[in-house]
């Protein structure tokens, strides 16, 4: 009998002791602030004290590549291009201080794009100081657009409502560029407004992936696909027509990026991508023009001074950079056409070195990563797949860049994101890294950061 009612009197003890512990742990994770910040006077604050740190090495190293760019620039000139270099490192202190210190938001994303963006700025300088002012605009609009799409997608509900106008939006400029511009560079891709040009496409770019995220969130209760799919066989197909064949890959790589993450099924994407192969023979076969702009592919060294010009020269001057470049002014691509275009990563390793080359690169990748690793935290699949899925687009597209110059794979002529000269690539570029933005829960509105601050620690 004594030995029972012991048995029991411990059964109550271990159930009361463990109705204290959990009361303790759910106590410490109510409590729970991740280690970049801290709680003072009630309010949860970010740390400011390593970004201003950051700021300030980042400034320092963009003043030093602007300084850099002065060498050859004509003495009348020199004026200008300081005050607009000058112009954009106060700027970013501008938003360091809106957006870092009033906001109290972490600012990794920001300066990536501030130093990629600078890189852009310092060769336009360099080789046509008389655009750097309209580089420097493409610049501070891409800022502007980034800032409004973090806001404007800090609401679920104007995502969701917002997704039908501006994928109608989206296709509707298109037809309008297939209809109204004309043939530049054997494709028909730009609209031009007097002296003002706009490469709709690149526009685009930022509604293909809003709209197919949207959808996908949304198909987690409808199941159906087949309006994303219209969608994006659209797109591709008036971009197909006007001859843009990279842009059109691009997009059809991000839809296959989309529709993993939407069905993680294997074999659907290679039946996709199948299917895909087949349209690209039959066109080629059946539209002999199509296959005459890739005919220099693997074969640049037999028309050297032809239509393996861009590429060959490409190759030779960035080898000839070596580790830290030739410095800024000092290159020969610079001569050749499009070099702050579509040649722009050759002009990097020749005149800035293949340091810089390769960290431009792993930039690409570190977005991906940072995309993968913050879905895990997104408040909807919306803003896990469209950081995903914009960042597997900046990569994708700067893999075509770069390896299209260099022969590996065919020249198709796309941009290289955040570095070429180009409003419309620009503002597309800044617009992309808003998707990464919003998916990091320090964009969230106070609620939802202390609900996911929660969610972090579990």
């Not at 023009?289 to 001057?317: C, L, P, S």
């Not at 050759?346 to 690409?364: N, S």
Request: proline share 2%; charged share 15%.
């Amino acid at each position: 009998m004594a030995e029972n009612v012991k048995k029991k009197r411990n059964s109550v003890y271990a159930s009361d002791q463990k109705k204290r512990t959990a009361k303790k742990s759910t106590k410490k994770q109510k409590n729970y602030i991740p280690p970049d910040l801290e709680l003072k006077k009630g309010k949860v604050r970010e740390k400011i004290g390593k970004w201003f740190v950051l700021m300030v090495f980042l400034t320092l190293l963009e003043a030093a590549m602007d300084l850099s760019a002065l060498n050859g620039i004509a003495e009348e000139q020199l004026p200008t291009v300081l005050l607009l270099l000058g112009g954009y490192l106060a700027a970013q202190w501008v938003y360091y201080i809106v957006a870092g210190l009033m906001l109290r938001r972490r600012m990794e994303l920001e300066m990536a794009g501030f130093l990629l963006s600078n890189i852009s700025l310092v060769i336009t300088a360099s080789v046509y100081p008389d655009r750097l002012t309209t580089q420097l605009v493409a610049v501070i609009g891409g800022i502007l657009v980034f800032a409004f799409l973090v806001w404007f997608m800090g609401n679920v509900n104007r995502v969701t409502v917002s997704r039908m106008p501006i994928g109608l939006a989206a296709v509707g400029l298109l037809a309008l560029t297939l209809v109204l511009a004309e043939y530049n560079n054997g494709a028909k891709n730009w609209l031009y407004l007097g002296s003002f040009s706009i490469q709709p496409s690149e526009i685009v770019k930022v509604a293909f992936v809003f709209v197919g995220a949207a959808t996908l969130d949304k198909i987690q209760n409808t199941r159906s696909i087949a309006k994303y799919v219209v969608f994006a066989m659209v797109c591709v197909g008036l971009l197909f027509l006007m001859l843009d064949f990279g842009t059109a890959l691009i997009f059809f790589a991000t839809f296959l990026i989309i529709a993993f993450l939407r069905s993680g099924d294997i074999k659907t994407i290679v039946l996709i991508c199948t299917a895909a192969l087949m349209g690209g023979v039959f066109i080629i076969l059946y539209k002999p023009y199509v296959a005459n702009r890739f005919a220099t592919y693997r074969h640049i060294w037999d028309y050297i001074d032809a239509g393996g010009m861009q590429q060959t020269r490409t190759i030779i001057y960035s080898l000839s950079g070596g580790l830290f470049g030739v410095g800024l002014g000092n290159g020969k691509l610079r001569n050749i056409f499009a070099a702050t275009e579509d040649l722009v990563f050759g002009v990097v390793c020749e005149e800035l070195g293949m340091i810089t080359a390769i960290a431009i690169l792993l930039a690409y990748v570190l977005f991906l990563i940072y995309a993968i690793r913050s879905a895990k935290y997104a408040r909807s699949s919306f803003y896990a797949i469209a950081a995903c899925s914009a960042a597997g687009m900046l990569l994708f597209q700067a893999i075509l860049n770069v390896f299209g110059v260099m022969d590996i794979l065919p020249f198709t002529g796309v941009t290289l994101p955040f570095i070429s000269r180009g409003g419309s690539s620009m503002l597309c570029s800044w617009g992309l890294l808003a998707f990464l933005k919003s998916v990091d829960i320090r964009t969230y509105p106070k609620v939802m950061r202390e609900l996911y601050q929660q969610k972090e620690r579990i």
